[in-house]
């Protein structure tokens, strides 16, 4: 597991949960990810790296927290249509913020990155490449947890 990443994208995590939400986001252990059927999921935005740094960067929340994270931002949601494009926009800027960071923080290489994409739904699948482990950070914070995996091959 690269060090270099670990840390990169869970400082950008933790910053990014507190400079948006005021919220201190505690970093479980670095894992391996396990694809599994029953991930728990419901939203993931996903952003693509290219340059001298290739993969894929996902930002992994349920439905319950997206929703409380929406509510605590001010924005006044009216129909359950609006409310939906929200939470995926809110999820999809949460992903290219934390990849822009963790990125900008590896020093002396040009990454380029993909803009968001969302995928919603119970437990579902992410093809990652089969260019590096995939990296599971989990964080928690006092309205639940969330989780940045990355499969980075630098």
Known sequence: MDERLVRAFGTSAEQTFNDMFGLKAKAEAPALLVDSDDHGWDITGLVGLAGQGQGVVAVRITKDLVGRLLQGTGVEVGTDAERKELE?????????????????ALKGLD???????????PNHKIGWPAIAPVIKLGFSIPEGRFEVDLCMKI
């Open 88 to 104: 995926g926009g809110l999820v999809g800027e949460l992903t290219n913020i934390i990849a822009g960071k963790a990125t900008s």
């Open 111 to 121: 990454i380029e990155i993909a803009p968001p994409v969302v995928i919603r739904g």
